[in-house]
């Protein structure tokens, strides 16, 4: 998700410059449109944090119920109380763009707090992730270190994928990185060969794999994940 972004649907004829203002304030881009086909390309390249319609827009009840229900994780903001029927836990109506500016600017400078911590606890992921692989011999200028860190990265801040479940992660690396998810399984695979290949230490690889050969991109995954949920939450506590 664009976390600083706006996109802001309006009938052809309007002067946004409200919505503009606001978001100037913010410091948030706005993206404009005036179209279901523009607006659909925006959500799939941008995936804004916001979306706000216009109490002017003219769409069918099915068009405003089939976006809301397929774009739950953006916040939806309505202008005029016509739209009162859509309110839910991420759509939200506005009377005026006076209201507008106060709900949004509330919820943005909360949301940017969160971030900061967000920032810290990715840094200390990170400082983790690199440590844990250089004591088991990593070699960092090897491409598929930085994979491995980005995918254990993805499976520690996404919930919806099952503890060390790599193989849905693939594909957003492939994208990151402008290549295959085959590419990006099979550097991460060597990495973990040539680590255990040149490990001094054996046994370290035992706490990840009890079996006499190279652990799999699972079990390092979740030897490192539990290290991170451990330091995470003595942090916390």
Do not use: W
Request: with cysteine; charged share 25%.
């Amino acid at each position: 998700m664009n976390q600083n972004s706006v996109v802001f649907y309006h009938n052809k004829s309007y002067d946004f410059k409200e919505v503009y203002d606001i978001c100037t304030k913010l410091k948030l881009h706005i993206f404009e449109c005036d179209k279901l086909d523009i607006l659909a390309y925006i959500m799939d390249k941008i995936s804004p944090l916001y979306v706000i319609f216009d109490k002017n827009v003219d769409l069918s009840q099915n068009i405003f119920k089939d976006f809301v229900f397929h774009n739950k994780k953006n916040l939806i903001y309505f202008i005029g109380e016509k739209f009162m029927e859509y309110s839910c836990n991420h759509v939200f109506i506005a009377n005026n763009y006076n209201e507008l500016e106060s709900v949004i600017s509330n919820h943005y400078r909360c949301f940017s707090k969160g971030l900061c911590t967000e920032d810290k606890n990715q840094s200390l992921c990170y400082s983790i992730m690199h440590s844990e692989l250089d004591n088991l011999s990593f070699r960092p200028k090897l491409i598929g270190v930085k994979y491995i860190t980005d995918l254990i990265y993805e499976l520690y801040t996404n919930s919806s994928i099952s503890h060390g479940k790599c193989n849905d992660t693939y594909n957003k690396l492939a994208i990151k990185y402008n290549t295959t998810s085959c590419s990006i399984e099979k550097s991460i695979r060597f990495c973990i060969l040539r680590a255990y290949e040149t490990c001094q230490n054996k046994s370290l690889f035992y706490n990840i794999s009890k079996t006499e050969k190279a652990p799999s991109i699972k079990e390092v995954a979740n030897y490192i994940l539990d290290k991170i949920n451990l330091r995470i939450s003595q942090k916390m506590y």
